[in-house]
C-alpha cells in the first residue's frame, strides 16, 4: 500500500467531486490539486475560474502559491477581471465552488469572521472573499477543512458562508439560488447532507479512522450514512497525478 498524507488523501478525494464538463470555482490551496487531478483522470471537460479573473481548460504548468502566480496566466481561456468571473455566479452558470470555513455545523454553515460574540469576538479572522457568493450562488459546494471537535459546531459563531442554515427549506425561504454544500472533506471523512433534513452526514471514514474517532472530533450527535464506509486508498497512480502537480509538495507534504 502507497504511503501518503491527510491532504493528498483529500485532493483526491475533492477530485472526485468534480464531474466531467463542470465550470468550477477552483479557489486556493489543495482545490487547486483537485481541479488539476480531476482534469488528468475522470473530467478532461472540465473548466476552471479563478476569482482572480483567470479561466482554465487545463491546468497551470507549475505549482501555484496563489491564483494570481504567473503560471495561472500562459494558457488561459480568459484573463479578465473579478467583476466577470463573479457575474458568471450571479448568472447561475457556475457548477461547483470550493471553500474551506475555521468553523462550519451540522447544517454546512461555515464562519470565517469572527469566533465568540460578533460585537465583541475572542478572535476576528480574515472574512468571506468570494466564499459568500459561492455559498449564495452556485449550483452546489464542496468545503475542504480540518476536522476538530472546536472547529465542527452544533451551531457556528456567526455564519460567513450559508449552508443549509437551521435546515430543510431555509435556502428557498431567504432566496438563495444556489444548491448547497454538496460535500465535506476533512482530515477524517467525508460527508454528504441528507436529503430530507439537511442535516450533515458521514459518508465515508478515511483509513486508520473509525466511526467512532470521527465522532468524536465532532460536536454534535452525528448522523452516519445507512452505507457509511472507509474511504477509497489513493492507488500509486492517483498519488503520481498529485505529486507531479505538487513536486515539492508545498500544499501537500510539508508541515503545517
Known amino acids: ?27 486556493m490551496r489543495l482545490p487547486l490539486l483537485a481541479f488539476a487531478f480531476a482534469k488528468r ?30 503560471p495561472n496566466i500562459p494558457g488561459a481561456l480568459w484573463s479578465t477581471g473579478t467583476l466577470e468571473i463573479m457575474a458568471l455566479l450571479q448568472q447561475g452558470l ?31 479572522l480574515p472574512g468571506s472573499g468570494g466564499a459568500a457568493d ?14 476538530e471537535k472546536h472547529r465542527f459546531r452544533e451551531r457556528v459563531d456567526f455564519i460567513t458562508s450559508p ?14 439560488r444556489g444548491g448547497g454544500p454538496a460535500a465535506v472533506i476533512t482530515t477524517l471523512g467525508v460527508y454528504g447532507f441528507d436529503e430530507t433534513t439537511r442535516e450533515m452526514v458521514l459518508m465515508s471514514w478515511h483509513p486508520g479512522q473509525t466511526v467512532a474517532s470521527v465522532r468524536a472530533a465532532t460536536g454534535w450527535d452525528l448522523r452516519v450514512a445507512a452505507d457509511c464506509h472507509e474511504t477509497p486508498t489513493p492507488t500509486r497512480a492517483e498519488l503520481d497525478i498529485v505529486r507531479a502537480c505538487d513536486p515539492e509538495g508545498f500544499w501537500t507534504r510539508k508541515p503545517e
Not at 500500500?1 to 479557489?27: K, W
Not at 483522470?41 to 504567473?70: C, K, Q, W, Y
Request: hydrophobic share 45%; aromatic share 8%; glycine share 12%.
Open 134 to 147: 459561492i455559498a449564495c450562488l452556485a449550483r452546489r459546494f464542496v468545503v475542504i477543512m480540518p476536522q
Open 1 to 27: 500500500m502507497a504511503e501518503y498524507t491527510d491532504r493528498e488523501l483529500m485532493v483526491i478525494a475533492a477530485g472526485r467531486q468534480i464531474r466531467d464538463g463542470d465550470l468550477a470555482f477552483v479557489g
Open 94 to 124: 457556475v457548477d461547483l465552488g470550493f471553500i474551506g470555513g475555521a468553523e462550519i455545523d451540522r447544517h454546512g454553515n461555515l464562519n470565517t469572521s469572527y469566533i465568540g460574540d460578533w460585537r465583541k469576538p475572542t478572535l476576528r
Open 41 to 70: 483522470t475522470h473530467a478532461p471537460a472540465a473548466i476552471g475560474l479563478f476569482e482572480n479573473g483567470i479561466v482554465r481548460d487545463e491546468p497551470a504548468p507549475a505549482t501555484l502559491m496563489t491564483m494570481s502566480d504567473t
Open 163 to 176: 449552508g443549509f442554515g437551521d435546515g430543510a427549506g431555509w435556502r428557498e425561504r431567504v432566496g438563495l
